[in-house]
């Protein structure tokens, strides 16, 4: 088994900043594409940013020079930094991995969630 932890989440004013950060650990052999997923009320998930194994990056178009994805591999983290944090950045943001098993088995994992919320 995998869990995804995620941390980092809270309270910012509109134009601050945020760190999130998801830590996998468990049954792990290596992760391959790990992101971040957000979803606001009444609306759908969507994609906010992803990160291949060659640490290939893919952004939103809501979020592209505002938010960075990154990773540490020794550590199965990854991070989300999130500058000029708007309103509507506010949602639930979830960690999602693609991880082989140590039996070499691929799943796809998700974190519980972390609340960021921008006020104005």
């Known amino acids: 088994q995998v869990q995804l932890v995620e941390s980092g989440g809270g309270l910012v004013q509109a134009g601050g900043s945020l760190r999130l950060s998801c830590a996998a650990s468990?049954?792990?052999?290596?992760?391959?594409?790990m992101g971040w997923y957000r979803q606001a009320p009444a609306k759908q998930r969507e994609l906010v940013a992803a990160?291949?194994?060659?640490?290939?990056?893919n952004y939103a178009a809501s979020v592209k020079g505002r938010f960075t994805i990154s990773r540490d591999n020794t550590k199965n983290t990854v991070y989300l930094q999130m500058n000029s944090l708007k309103p509507e950045d506010t949602a639930v943001y979830y960690c999602?991995?693609?991880?082989?098993?140590?039996?070499?088995?691929?799943?796809?994992?998700w974190g519980q969630g972390t609340q960021v919320t921008v006020s104005s």
């Open positions: 990160i291949g194994g060659g640490s290939t990056t």
């Open positions: 468990g049954s792990i052999f290596a992760i391959t594409t």
């Open positions: 999602d991995a693609d991880v082989v098993s140590v039996a070499r088995h691929e799943y796809n994992y």
